[in-house]
């Protein structure tokens, strides 16, 4: 389940206010940033609805009501003004802040996506990664170090990091989820095929890449026997 807040003083009031989206909605948004960036960068200066519903295949009525949730709405005949539109966006969806992980697992997967400049640009900032492979241990990837596994709490207070990027084998992907609750850690990125099990006060967002390639081959399968 995945659970953002959002604190913002609303218009009207003084008191800050916790906003919970509903996931569908929450899921959607990064799809109209990543086309307004497109729009931005072409220096254009306005969209409607209609146009990003046009190019990203979604309801217009759709998209205003989502917008409308994080109160962004649009000028009539005019529409969303784009670089408006990315601000907020990137910020609402907390892009334009740094959030700090680790990497747990840093094998073929993990150390790929401690590679990846890109998430950098989305604000997050991987500052270490951890294995029990000892030729992988006190060794650096892309800068970044890796640690023992057994010093993954101790870390944790010195990098004062809440977020856990999972990409360990499936065997140990439930041990690997109790040292970094153990640790202090807040939220779980989980790229494993297990569902690791947290108490209710760990967020935790499961990201299979096996289950992507299931649904694909099924797809692919009933659109050959048609």
């Known amino acids: 389940m995945a659970i ?37 960068s072409q220096n254009v200066e306005y969209v409607s609805s209609t146009q990003i519903s ?9 998209i205003a009501k989502d917008l409308s949730f994080i109160n962004i709405k649009g000028k009539t005949r005019i529409g969303y003004e784009v670089s408006q539109l990315v601000s907020e966006l990137a910020d609402f969806l907390g892009f334009t802040s740094e959030h700090r992980a680790f990497m747990i697992g840093v094998g073929s997967l993990g150390g790929a996506l401690m590679q990846d400049s890109g998430l950098s ?15 992988l241990i006190g060794t650096s990837i892309c800068g970044v170090p890796v640690f023992s596994m057994d010093e993954l709490a101790a870390r944790q207070k010195e990098f004062a990091t809440e977020i ?24 779980i990125w989980n790229f494993t095929p297990f569902r690791i099990k947290a108490g209710d006060d760990i967020v935790i967002q499961n990201t299979s890449i096996y289950a992507h390639l299931a649904l694909i081959y099924n797809r692919m399968e009933a659109q050959n026997n048609k």
Do not use: C
């Open 4 to 40: 953002v807040f959002n604190e913002r003083k609303m218009p009207d009031d003084k008191n800050i206010t916790k906003l919970i989206l509903p996931e569908p909605t929450l899921r959607r948004l990064p799809w109209y940033l990543a086309y307004v960036n497109l729009l931005h």
């Open 54 to 62: 046009n190019e990203i295949n979604v309801d217009a009525s759709q």
């Open 121 to 135: 640009q989305y604000g997050l900032n991987i500052v270490a990664g951890f294995d029990v492979n000892p030729q």
């Open 164 to 187: 856990a990027v999972l990409a360990v084998p499936v065997e140990h992907a439930q041990d690997a989820t109790d040292k970094i609750i153990a640790g202090g850690m807040k939220a």
